[in-house]
């Protein structure tokens, strides 16, 4: 597959739904994590055109390093627990901030931003990496987006 297939629609729901099944089909069977990154970042930031879409890849034990991404110029290194992205490492869990401006430590790698979603990946029970997503429209992110962005990375790493 080379060109991302979506209906036109204002329903989040079902853009994730059409997206999630778009992106099975773009991995496929493909092991290499980096690639179904790469595509992934494009897909979701074609889909809903947010301002920034990317990868942040467990470096070692306390330090994330830019990975395949999708937006401008990035932050290269975040340490753990900084940040929306090393809190969201820290914590394990996926976590949405409706305002950055008001999230303590925020990292502020574009002015732009407005609203966050960071979303862990696990492999063999560990974070590997975590999914950042940034928009420039505040409270941009809610239920909706974690659930479908938790079943898309899911895909992402194969054993």
């Excluded at 890849?57 to 900084?82: H, M, S, T, Y």
Aim: net charge negative; with cysteine; proline share 3%.
């Amino acid at each position: 597959m080379e060109e991302l297939k979506l209906p036109a629609t204002a329903d989040k729901k079902e853009l994730y739904e059409y997206l999630t099944k778009q992106i099975e089909s773009i991995i496929g069977n493909e092991k290499n994590v980096i690639a179904n990154m790469a595509n992934v970042a494009a897909a979701i930031r074609q889909a809903f055109d947010f301002l920034w879409v990317g990868f942040y890849l467990c470096d070692n034990d306390d330090e994330l390093v830019l990975g395949p991404f999708q937006g401008a110029i990035a932050c290269i290194r975040i340490k753990f627990g900084r940040g929306v992205c090393g809190t969201a490492w820290k914590l394990q869990r996926s976590v949405i901030v409706d305002d950055v401006d008001k999230f303590p430590g925020h990292i502020a790698c574009n002015a732009a931003s407005k609203s966050e979603i960071v979303v862990p990946l696990f492999k063999n029970n560990k974070v590997f990496a975590v999914l950042d997503i940034d928009s420039d429209k505040l409270t941009a992110f809610d239920e909706i987006d974690k659930k479908a962005l938790e079943n898309i990375v899911k895909m992402i790493i194969k054993d």
